[in-house]
């Protein structure tokens, strides 16, 4: 199951607000960015009520999967993480989170990729 739509990223001013106000961490399979939402720029994409949902975008470069099927599949099992975490424990911010995959041969462990992709969205305070 995907994100709702009111859950993810788009637009490419959206992107580079992140990429200019964000604060990053590192893993070793990935690294995030996370910025505090800014509602203003979602407007021309008619998303409303957003300020107290957590909006994410996950870029996997086909650096890391030469097959769109492969890096869809990694999308989807972040998103089902996601899903099944977020929305039990709703206690996320008003943030916004760019995931970005680092080049690897990891796509097949889906267990290490969540066990890291937990470990930053506590590190980052995302969740508690």
Do not use: C
């Amino acid at each position: 199951m995907a994100l709702p739509r009111h859950m993810r990223l788009k637009g490419h001013r959206t992107f580079n607000y992140i990429h200019k106000n964000s604060t990053k961490y590192h893993g070793k399979l990935m690294t995030f960015k996370v910025a505090i939402a800014n509602p203003d720029i979602l407007r021309s994409h008619k998303i409303k009520n957003i300020s107290n949902n957590l909006l994410i975008a996950i870029a996997i470069s086909k650096k890391v999967a030469k097959k769109s099927v492969d890096r869809n599949k990694i999308r989807r099992l972040i998103q089902d993480w996601l899903l099944a975490n977020i929305q039990k424990i709703d206690n996320h911010k008003s943030y916004w989170l760019l995931v970005n995959l680092k080049f690897g041969d990891f796509h097949n462990d889906n267990n290490r990729l969540l066990e890291e992709f937990q470990k930053l969205m506590f590190k980052s305070h995302l969740i508690k």
